[in-house]
């Protein structure tokens, strides 16, 4: 596909389970990111990687959150034991450069995190 | 304090009408600043990117002003349709990084 995919769309799950959430960029894109959107706010930056690096996990909450990108490709949003508060829409972005580069994010769908 | 705020909240405007969305931003230095329209259940789309030397970058009906001096961006609409109800977000970037900082965004009803 042409755009960047984010699989599942949806993920119901009750608290305290782990989840993951995963990224699909756009081909040849080298940098990734992840963000945060709850209900009627603008996102909120999680992560970005340039390759497989992590360049800034400065955003991610707390150490229940962990992201991974081992070929730099698919990235992986891991949550361990969640909390209600972890629901939320889940964005994921990919931009063809790299840091302070005037490069456009292109952004998935999301995939909406919803904890009972 | 949010580092980008946006007015109004939400906007209802008629069909074919004109509307400006404002946006003041503290971020500095910044690298550039960008509107994003998103729709209900979607992920943000890009509409403009303006560098802190840019004054105003158009893409068709959506006209984009940046004054770097008072840190305020606009973003106009002109002859609006149905279509453009949505969220227009408007995002900077701190300098050398690629960190993007979302404003709360504007909610757009256009009504026929």
């Known amino acids: 596909g042409a755009g960047v995919s984010q699989t599942p769309s949806n993920k119901v799950t009750e608290k305290g389970k782990y989840v993951e959430l995963r990224c699909d960029p756009i081909?040849?894109?080298?940098?990734l990111y992840w963000y945060r959107q709850s209900l009627g706010q603008g996102p909120e930056f999680l992560i970005y990687f340039q390759g497989t690096g992590a360049a800034d996990d400065s955003g991610l909450p707390n150490d229940r959150f962990f992201a991974v990108r081992p070929e730099g490709s698919v990235s992986t949003l891991k949550i361990q034991r969640t909390e209600r508060g972890d629901s939320a829409v889940y964005l994921c972005a990919s931009s063809p450069g790299g840091v302070g580069s005037y490069n456009e994010q292109f952004f998935g769908p999301g995939t909406r995190l919803t904890v009972l | 304090k949010n580092q980008v705020e946006q007015s109004p909240q939400s906007l209802i405007i008629l069909e074919g009408k004109n509307c400006t969305l404002q946006?003041?931003?503290?971020?500095?230095?910044?690298?550039?600043l960008r509107w994003y329209k998103q729709d209900t259940g979607r992920g943000p789309v890009s509409l403009t990117i303006?560098?802190?030397?840019?004054n105003t970058k158009s893409n068709g009906r959506y006209t984009a002003t940046l004054d770097a001096d008072t840190k305020q961006s606009s973003l106009h609409i002109t002859a609006s349709q149905l279509s453009d109800s949505a969220s227009y977000i408007c995002?900077?970037?701190?300098?050398?990084?690629?960190?993007?900082?979302f404003g709360t965004g504007t909610r757009l009803q256009v009504f026929p």
């Open positions: 995002v900077v970037t701190p300098y050398n990084t690629d960190k993007l900082i």
């Open positions: 946006c003041n931003y503290t971020v500095s230095p910044f690298s550039n």
């Open positions: 303006m560098t802190f030397s840019e």
């Open positions: 081909s040849g894109h080298t940098a």
